[in-house]
């Protein structure tokens, strides 16, 4: 199996800022694209930003300028930085990582269980 374990969400008042992160541990062969995505209440599930080594990083248009996606040295952790925080970013943010677990495995996408992010005064 391979596991993600996100933390970083909570409360936070308009305009401020909130770092979540997520870690892959267990079975890993190889990564190569890790991100966040987001489910607000009554909506889809949505990309928020994700991180290819060779890449440049691919960000949703409402989050551009504000939020920063970026992997941690050991390669296995993503981080997401989030400054200027809105109400409208209040949703359920979940870590996805797309790899394979043995080197003769399917490329699959893992997801973590999600961290709850409030934006509210």
């Known amino acids: 199996q391979m596991h993600l374990v996100e933390s970083g969400g909570g409360l936070v008042q308009p305009g401020g800022s909130l770092r979540l992160s997520c870690e892959a541990s267990?079975?890993?062969?190889?990564?190569?694209?890790m991100g966040w995505y987001r489910q607000a209440p009554g909506k889809q599930r949505e990309l928020v930003a994700t991180?290819?080594?060779?890449?440049?990083?691919n960000y949703a248009d409402s989050v551009k300028g504000r939020f920063t996606i970026s992997r941690g040295s050991g390669e296995n952790t993503v981080y997401l930085q989030m400054n200027s925080l809105r109400p409208e970013d209040t949703a359920v943010y979940y870590c996805?990582?797309?790899?394979?677990?043995?080197?003769?495995?399917?490329?699959?996408?893992?997801w973590g269980q999600g961290t709850q992010v409030t934006v509210s005064s």
């Open positions: 996805n990582v797309n790899g394979k677990r043995y080197y003769n495995s399917a490329t699959l996408d893992y």
């Open positions: 267990g079975s890993i062969f190889s990564i190569n694209r």
């Open positions: 991180t290819t080594p060779g890449y440049s990083p």
